[in-house]
């Protein structure tokens, strides 16, 4: 089968043609450093033209909520456009659990607005939700960081190894669309307040805990399980302990 990967020398994208072309298909990797940029539509149409499937696991350069928003709409309109054109079968696109719930976040609602328009475009098409990756527990512990100190909601959430959100997004893209969500999270529900600072404390970053109910993640508060994924989710095998080991 082929396959075309929008953000395919990624985090998640170069795991993931890995992954498919191991398993026999024919996936090939797109990304402004091959020449597609989906946001100025540079090479989006030469990218897509022939692929069976597309996938689009790409991220916007910037958070800021007006350039995420105008990232994920831009390039989600230029790839649709591309995609009918090519007669493309199946859109496989990655986002995030809890993005229809909370609105308050721009990330999330530029995630949210992505899926509307993948939905409302025809294409047959999945979602993958996944959970926060390990690779990123700093980044969250430094954007949660207020006059100093650590500040985060005693809450639930699921993170999960990168490779294991690669592996889910794989077996969406070699399956039939599901015209629906699919979701993944890590094989542990933890508390947000304990594994963030365990998880530095490991790396020998020792930081002050304000444990505040009100700390908002990326400009949203969290209530308990708003980053936990539903019961019908596929779990990753990887264990933080195990990812940690992995890594040394």
């Not at 946001?39 to 007006?66: K, Y």
């Not at 709409?73 to 809890?98: C, F, Q, R």
């Not at 899926?115 to 512990?141: H, M, N, P």
């Not at 699921?158 to 893209?173: F, G, N």
């Amino acid at each position: 089968m082929k396959i075309v990967v929008i953000g395919g020398t990624g985090r998640i994208g170069s795991r993931l043609i890995e992954k498919l072309n191991a398993h026999g298909h024919d996936a090939a990797p797109a990304s402004p450093q091959t020449g597609c940029n989906t946001l100025t539509n540079e090479g989006v149409d030469a990218a897509v033209a022939g692929a069976e499937v597309l996938v689009d696991v790409s991220n916007s350069p910037s958070f800021a909520d007006d350039d995420v928003l105008k990232f994920f709409v831009t390039a989600t309109n230029n790839l649709i456009a591309a995609a009918k054109a090519a007669g493309v079968g199946h859109y496989v696109a990655l986002s995030v659990v809890g993005n229809d719930r909370l609105p308050d976040s721009g990330y999330l609602r530029a995630k949210a607005a992505q899926e509307k328009l993948i939905k409302e475009s025809g294409i047959d098409y999945t979602i993958v939700r996944a959970t926060q990756f390990f690779e990123f527990t700093t980044a969250i512990a430094d954007e949660s960081m207020i006059d100093g100190k650590l500040h985060l909601p005693p809450v639930h959430y699921q993170p999960m190894a990168a490779d294991d959100v690669s592996t889910a997004v794989a077996r969406a893209t070699a399956g039939s669309p599901v015209n629906g969500v699919r979701e993944t999270g890590g094989p542990d529900r933890v508390r947000m307040d304990e594994f963030i600072p365990a998880a530095l404390k490991g790396n020998g970053d020792i930081r002050e805990l304000v444990v505040d109910p009100h700390a908002k993640y990326f400009g949203t508060e969290l209530a308990n399980d708003s980053l936990v994924p539903g019961p019908d989710a596929v779990l990753g095998a990887t264990t933080y302990d195990t990812w940690v080991e992995s890594k040394r």
